[in-house]
């Protein structure tokens, strides 16, 4: 079965500082989701990529897939308090997007 | 535009009674998936229901039962529960589940805990 690793498991940055976090897959990606949780809340869709080198950006929130490695990485630029939360990678390996893994996720903390 | 809502938001219960969850999909969505989070586990896929029928399913025993409605409202069902049954369950919608495309919509959860 498909495993996603995210790293780091926790981030603390400054406001206004800029950060990464990276998703590793164990099999090939077919498509990648990436997600942000509240603590205790749903998640809530950030970005997909399907094809390898594919970038999508929106607002300070930019993700790149390189289908090769087989990872994802979200880069966060300028980070805000808002930003903080939980950020989950899922990815399918059906190739269908009705049955996601999800990496262990990445707790974000933004400092004033 | 409604979202995916799910019923209750909280829940408690004691080992050994069931529970049955509900969730309401994003009107025009006929596939649905329900989804554990747990602290030790991380969120892990329980099954996904399309036109009634269960077309996927994750590894849980099967005291974790569901079904899927005409009117694709979801339930799951979780039979003779264990302290490990404690965790926020997440349901999500899409147009058919089938699009490697096509974005999941989560609800805000119920957060069950079994003492």
């Known amino acids: 079965s498909q495993e996603l690793e995210q790293s780091p498991q926790s981030l603390i940055v400054q406001e206004g500082k800029n950060l990464t976090i990276n998703c590793t897959s164990s099999k090939t990606l077919y498509g990648l989701y990436w997600y942000k949780q509240k603590y205790g809340e749903g998640l809530i869709f950030l970005m997909m990529l399907q094809k390898g080198g594919e970038e999508k950006s929106h607002e300070k929130i930019t993700a790149k897939l390189d289908e090769k490695k087989q990872q994802s990485s979200l880069h966060i630029t300028a980070s805000q308090p808002s930003h903080a939360g939980i950020y989950l990678c899922g990815a399918d390996s059906t190739g269908t997007a009705s049955k996601l893994t999800f990496g262990t996720g990445t707790r974000l903390q933004v400092t004033l | 535009k409604a979202g995916v809502t799910q019923t209750p938001r909280y829940l408690i219960k004691t080992r050994g009674q069931q529970v049955t969850l509900s969730c309401s999909p994003i009107s025009g969505h006929r596939s649905v998936s329900w989804y554990q989070q747990t602290p030790g586990q991380g969120l892990q896929f329980l099954f996904e229901y399309f036109s009634e029928t269960q077309r996927n399913k994750g590894n849980f025993p099967g005291r974790f039962s569901g079904r899927q409605f005409s009117n694709s409202r979801s339930e799951m069902n979780v039979s003779t529960l264990e302290l490990g049954d404690s965790a926020l369950y997440l349901c999500?919608?899409?147009?058919?589940?089938?699009?490697?495309?096509?974005?999941?919509?989560f609800g805000s959860g119920t957060q069950l805990s079994v003492l």
């Open positions: 999500a919608s899409s147009w058919t589940g089938a699009n490697l495309n096509e974005k999941l919509f």
